[in-house]
């Protein structure tokens, strides 16, 4: 069985990185995506700001592996707009053995303020899965500073596809909410 994610339009896939692929580093990707996006967009955008957006593309295209992630993509709908990153894992079942989706989603990480929000998901081509939306500190250097995160657990068979983000920008989340759901519904299973 293999998982495939046909993201839509707006969102960008961050490639593998290192010697024979097309770039060896996340900030010569970064360099060359931010390039053609300013291409496409039409703008003239000072350097601060074409800089702005390389550095932010290469933290995101380089932090991938370190977070444990198998892929990530960038939701960038246009030039200016904040890019919002999510981070996809394919875990084995046997890892999680019988735990529901929500919980694979990490609707029981004990540092939550609050109870997880749990939405059970049912995509377009059948994937059930759970989306789980939670609020806890950022970490113990800032416990003030709340942190939404979002995860949906997708079951894909003998695995569970893992999509997730986080902010500190909650309202900013709700207006990146349909596009995230956009995203998990581009995930599509095939048999081999």
């Not at 010569?28 to 703008?43: F, K, P, Q, R, Y």
């Not at 295209?61 to 709908?77: D, F, L, M, N």
């Not at 995230?180 to 048999?191: G, K, P």
Request: proline share 7%; net charge negative; hydrophobic share 45%.
């Amino acid at each position: 069985m293999s998982v495939y994610i046909e993201y839509p339009a707006d969102w960008i896939g961050v490639p593998a990185f290192g010697e024979g692929e097309v770039f060896a580093t996340p900030a010569a990707w970064a360099t060359a995506l931010s390039d053609e996006l300013i291409a496409e967009s039409g703008v003239a955008p000072t350097p601060e700001a074409r800089q702005s957006l390389v550095n932010a593309l290469t933290m995101m295209g380089t932090g991938t592996r370190e977070r444990g992630a198998s892929a990530s993509y960038i939701h960038y709908p246009h030039w200016g707009s904040t890019p919002e990153l999510v981070d996809v894992l394919l875990i084995e079942r046997a890892t999680v053995g019988d735990s529901p989706a929500h919980e694979v989603a990490g609707s029981g990480e004990p540092d939550l303020l609050r109870p997880a929000t749990i939405t059970d998901i049912v995509t377009a081509k059948g994937l059930r899965g759970s989306l789980v939306i939670r609020h806890a500190p950022m970490d113990e250097d800032a416990p003030h500073v709340v942190t939404l995160r979002a995860s949906c657990a997708l079951d894909v068979g003998d695995d569970y596809l893992v999509l997730g983000t986080a902010t500190t920008d909650l309202a900013a989340f709700e207006a990146f909410r349909p596009s995230f759901l956009a995203l998990i519904e581009s995930v599509t299973v095939s048999e081999d």
